[in-house]
């Protein structure tokens, strides 16, 4: 019972989300909206803001879980999901961005992508660089990730403020094309 009120909040907000700009949103638009009461509310979250990072770490949690990191190749399709997911959720999207802020919403996809990206360069040192006999620090790989991460999260804040194409998974095809083979050279020369 308890996971399904916590999800009732969470679904509740969103739908209001679609209309409210999030920061006008109330608790007690949310718990009106899900039929709960207000002490119910403060039982699963301490306030608003607590909400909404549950709510964005449980749909990138969910979006990541659907992806794929067995191949040198998959970071491109994992990519590609993330702007499928873009172009479907843009409102959501562009709402949260505006509510949370540059630098909280940016944050929050360097922490996302950081663990795709890392993933992605395991995978590929595992099969490019250990058979060679040479090694790569966990260190280097973690900062390699980041790298990445906020090149993808500064893309994204682009796109978020209509610098970069209107389209997401246009503007990530472009990022695929300029990146391929790119990390497999940056862990060649981080190579000892």
């Known amino acids: 019972m308890s996971q399904f009120t916590k999800k009732a909040i969470m679904d509740s907000f969103v739908e209001l989300a679609q209309n409210i700009p999030m920061d006008k949103i109330t608790i007690k638009q949310v718990v009106d909206n899900c039929g709960i009461n207000r002490n ?3 039982y699963y979250f301490q306030d608003l803001y607590a909400l909404k990072e549950e709510i964005i770490y449980t749909k990138g949690q969910k979006l990541f879980s659907g992806m794929d990191f067995s191949s040198n190749e998959s970071w491109k399709s994992n990519l590609r999901i993330v702007g499928a997911y873009a ?3 843009e409102a959501f999207i562009k709402n949260l961005f505006n509510s949370m802020g540059r630098d909280a ?3 929050y996809i360097v922490d996302v992508v950081s663990k795709m990206a890392y993933l992605n360069i395991e995978n590929l040192y595992e099969t490019k660089i250990v058979p060679t006999g040479k090694k790569v620090s966990e260190k280097d790989k973690r900062r390699l990730a ?5 090149v ?4 994204t804040v682009e796109w978020l403020r209509g ?4 389209d997401p998974v246009e503007t990530l095809e472009y990022g695929i094309g300029m990146l ?3 990390v497999e050279i940056m862990l060649t020369n981080l190579a000892r």
């Open 163 to 166: 610098k970069s194409s209107s």
């Open 40 to 42: 119910t509310f403060y």
């Open 180 to 182: 391929d083979g790119v």
């Open 87 to 89: 172009r479907k959720n």
């Open 105 to 107: 919403f940016g944050d």
């Open 146 to 150: 980041y790298f990445f991460s906020k």
């Open 152 to 155: 993808f999260a500064e893309t």
